[in-house]
Structures are given as structure tokens and as C-alpha cells.
């Protein structure tokens, strides 16, 4: 059986619980379906299920599923709506995936896998929350900014993270639009 943690701010219809291996090809309904806003915007990944990139996402998040880190938002009859899975690089937090399905989005789902997937960081002692995203859509760099992230120059990440950015701008449109960002996570406890 899962954990379930309450959601809050969204109301009682909503509940997260870790995810499980077998959640793997829900984890990937869910992600088609919220990259549909990226085709509109013109930026259709139309790769082959055999494709390299294709392959290695899954396999990320099936390693995030299989090591506890991934959390999936589901509605009140336990059909999944959303996920956050993590992973690291360069020993530190990374969010290698936040997707939502896209009738449920704008309602805060997003924002509570997030908060979430944070809460879960600084358990873990993790000063920061690291992930790459891109820059000049209005969901994206804007939705972390408002959520305290900030873009890092290249010449600031570490090797790992740097790999990881590199992969990303070899196979997804766009490639110079794509930054990674960082959020302080310790910064709550300064204030």
C-alpha cells in the first residue's frame, strides 16, 4: 500500500501518494497529455518509442518509481493526475519531471506536487531543488520563479547537471531556450 499525504490549499478531492513501479506507463499517459501544450506551442518531440530519449525518461522515471521518488496527485477515485519524480545530479535534489494532465491544470495541482516534492528535499537535508526547464514558455521559467527558483548560468552547474543539460538541448526543439534552475530551499528558514 502507498503512503498517501494530504494535499493542501486544493481541498479535500485531492490526495498525493508515492508511486509505485507499476504506475510507470501512467507516469507516461500523464506526460503525452501535458505535452500538448508544447506541440501547440510548436515544439513536438515526435520520437519513436525506441528512441534514445524516449528510452531514458522512462527509465529515469522508472529508477525514481522503484526508489520512492516520485509522488503522483490523484483525484477523489484514485485516477492519477499528476506527477513529480526526483532524481539527483551532482548529489543534490534534482526534479527530473513535474507533469499534470491538462484538464487539471491551473487548478494548483502542480504547485502541490511541487511544494510537495520540496517538503520531501529538505527532509532529506538538501539546501537546494535543482531542474531544467525552458525559458520563453509562459508555463515554465515563470511558474518556478513564482515558486523561488532561479536560472543558473551554465558555468555555475556541476558536471552532471551539465551533462544533463547538454542531452536535453541535443534532442528537444529549441535547444538554446533550455536553462537549468535552482531553488535555495534553506531560505524559509532565514526568514
Known amino acids: 500500500m502507498c503512503a498517501t499525504l ?5 481541498g479535500p478531492q485531492f490526495a498525493i501518494r508515492l508511486g509505485a513501479a507499476a504506475d510507470i506507463d501512467t507516469l ?3 506526460d503525452d497529455d501535458a505535452c500538448r501544450l508544447f506541440v501547440e506551442a510548436g ?10 530519449f524516449i528510452l531514458r525518461e522512462r527509465s529515469r ?14 483525484g477523489s477515485t484514485g485516477a492519477a493526475l499528476g506527477f513529480a519524480a526526483t532524481g539527483t545530479r551532482d548529489g543534490e535534489p534534482y526534479l527530473d519531471q513535474l507533469s499534470v494532465r491538462t484538464h487539471f491544470m491551473r487548478i494548483g495541482l502542480g504547485t502541490a506536487l511541487l511544494e510537495a ?3 520531501r528535499a529538505r527532509a532529506t537535508g538538501a539546501s537546494t ?5 525552458y525559458r520563453h514558455l509562459p508555463w515554465n521559467r515563470p511558474f518556478y520563479e513564482r515558486a523561488g527558483f532561479v ?3 551554465d558555468v555555475d552547474c556541476g558536471p552532471e547537471m551539465l551533462a544533463e543539460l547538454t542531452y536535453e538541448r541535443r534532442w528537444l526543439p529549441l535547444p538554446g531556450e533550455r536553462v537549468v534552475m535552482r531553488k ?5 528558514k532565514r526568514r
Do not use: M, Y
Open 117 to 119: 516534492t520540496e517538503n
Open 28 to 30: 507516461c499517459e500523464i
Open 151 to 153: 536560472v543558473i548560468p
Open 61 to 74: 522515471w522508472l529508477r525514481a518509481l522503484q526508489t520512492g521518488n516520485t509522488l503522483l496527485i490523484v
Open 184 to 188: 535555495d530551499l534553506d531560505a524559509l
Open 129 to 133: 531543488l535543482w531542474l531544467t526547464t
Open 43 to 52: 515544439l513536438d518531440v515526435d520520437f519513436p518509442p525506441s528512441h534514445e
Open 6 to 10: 494530504p494535499v493542501r490549499k486544493i
